[in-house]
Structure formats: C-alpha cells, structure tokens
C-alpha cells in the first residue's frame, strides 16, 4: 500500500501569509495527486488534481506542484477563510485504494 | 444543485450492523464513480470503497473488507453501505461523495455530501 506523509502536521501563520505543506508518498505516484480542504464541522472539498491542476472556482492563491514522490500545496496570502485543515490524497491506484495523508491543520497565530 | 445526502449513521452495539444510504441528486448517478469516506472523531479522513458506474466493481480499504459492502441503484440514485460486524474502531462520520475523471486520467473526489455519524459501543 501507498503511504502518504504531510508535514508540518499543524501551522500557526497569519493573514497575508505565503504558507505551504508538504506530501510525500512512499512510492513514486507520478501526478496522481490531490489536494482537499476541511474546515471545522465541514466536508472536505477539492482544491487541486493532477498534482497542479486548479479546482474550478477555488481561488487562484492556492496552487500545487510536484510529481514523483514529493508534492507541495502553496497558499499565496493567507486569508480568514483559509483556516482549516488540508489533506492530500493519492489516485495513483484507482480504483482498488485510494490512501490520503494525516492532514496539516493551519491555525491562526 | 449538485447534492449528496447520506442517512442511516446512529448507535450500535459492536457486533452489529448499520446499513446507510445516501441519495444523490442533481445529476445522473449513473455516470460517475462513487464512495465511501470516513472520518473517525477528531481523525484524518479515511477511503473505505469506490464502486464503478455499473456497480460490477467494487474495492474496499483492507480493515472492512468482508464486513461491509458497497451498492448502489442507479435507478434509485441511491449509494448504500452495509456494514456488518461492526467494531469500536468503525466509528466514525461516514461520508458519501462523488469520484470523477480529470483530463481522462486522474480521478478526484469532487462532490461530498456531509456526513452520517456511526458509534459502535456497548
């Protein structure tokens, strides 16, 4: 099975912040990357797929990179609505399993 | 409006079973890939089972394979998850949501519905 790690596990930044979180998978997974926003008592939502693609409608102050084994996940200017908690996801295997990482939780400092 | 709507969640005692539904809506079932999502209380979010289109493939993360099952009725635009023998450690909130296709190749979860609480307890 495909693990996936996030680092850091929680951040405290500010508005206006640039901030981002890293993902590792245990295997190369090319671009089969995703990355899910939850904020507290919500559902997650799709940020970004294949690694760097924007979700349509999700701000363009969020953006992705990465490939292989190691992803990052960049907010520009942190804004009040971006406090919440962020996880990454691999598709590589789809459909037999799908594993999504601990999730980064970003608070306010 | 694109909705998911899951029911079923509540209390149980280990051992037993729990089937939940989830109705979808605003959009043609049929068509997509869908899922089972769990979060475990104040826990990261776990995959439990996709289910193809036409329901002839179904795939399970390992710690509920064999307990539960994943369905669906398109003509009902309904998706369930039965779930049998059910342990502590399957309580959670149990999310329905939709799996779609990007640029052909890469696959997302794009649609969430908001959750149906299961506890598993004496």
């Given at each position: 099975?495909?693990?996936?790690?996030?680092?850091?596990?929680?951040?405290?930044?500010?508005?206006?912040?640039?901030?981002?979180?890293?993902?590792?998978?245990?295997?190369?997974?090319?671009?089969?990357?995703?990355?899910?926003?939850?904020?507290?008592?919500?559902?997650?939502?799709?940020?970004?797929?294949?690694?760097?693609?924007?979700?349509?409608?999700?701000?363009?102050?969020?953006?992705?990179?990465?490939?292989?084994?190691?992803?990052?996940?960049?907010?520009?200017?942190?804004?009040?609505?971006?406090?919440?908690?962020?996880?990454?996801?691999?598709?590589?295997?789809?459909?037999?399993?799908?594993?999504?990482?601990?999730?980064?939780?970003?608070?306010?400092? | 409006?694109?909705?998911?709507?899951?029911?079923?969640?509540?209390?149980?005692?280990?051992?037993?079973?729990?089937?939940?539904?989830?109705?979808?809506?605003?959009?043609?079932?049929s068509?997509?890939?869908?899922?089972?999502?769990?979060?475990?209380?104040?826990?990261?979010?776990e995959?439990?089972?996709?289910?193809?289109?036409?329901?002839?493939?179904?795939?399970?993360?390992?710690?509920?394979?064999?307990?539960?099952?994943?369905?669906?009725?398109?003509?009902?635009?309904?998706?369930?998850?039965?779930?049998?023998?059910l342990?502590?450690?399957?309580?959670?909130?149990?999310y329905?949501?939709?799996?779609?296709?990007?640029?052909?190749?890469?696959?997302?979860?794009?649609?969430?519905?908001?959750?149906?609480?299961?506890?598993?307890?004496?």
């Amino acid at each position: 099975d495909i693990q996936m790690t996030q680092s850091p596990s929680s951040l405290s930044a500010s508005v206006g912040d640039r901030v981002t979180i890293t993902c590792r998978a245990s295997q190369s997974i090319a671009t089969y990357l995703n990355w899910y926003q939850q904020r507290p008592g919500k559902a997650p939502k799709l940020l970004i797929y294949a690694a760097s693609s924007l979700q349509s409608e999700v701000p363009p102050r969020f953006s992705g990179s990465g490939s292989g084994t190691d992803f990052t996940l960049t907010i520009s200017s942190l804004q009040p609505e971006d406090f919440a908690t962020y996880y990454c996801q691999e598709s590589y295997n789809t459909p037999e399993s799908w594993t999504f990482g601990q999730g980064t939780k970003v608070e306010i400092q | 409006e694109v909705q998911l709507v899951e029911s079923g969640g509540g209390l149980v005692q280990p051992g037993g079973s729990l089937r939940l539904s989830c109705a979808a809506s605003g959009f043609t079932l049929s068509t997509f890939w869908m899922t089972w999502v769990r979060q475990a209380p104040g826990k990261g979010l776990e995959w439990v089972a996709n289910i193809k289109q036409n329901g002839d493939e179904k795939y399970y993360v390992d710690s509920v394979r064999g307990r539960f099952t994943i369905s669906r009725d398109n003509a009902q635009n309904s998706l369930f998850l039965q779930m049998n023998s059910l342990r502590a450690e399957d309580t959670a909130l149990y999310y329905c949501a939709r799996g779609d296709i990007f640029s052909g190749y890469y696959h997302a979860i794009d649609v969430w519905g908001q959750g149906t609480t299961v506890t598993v307890s004496s």
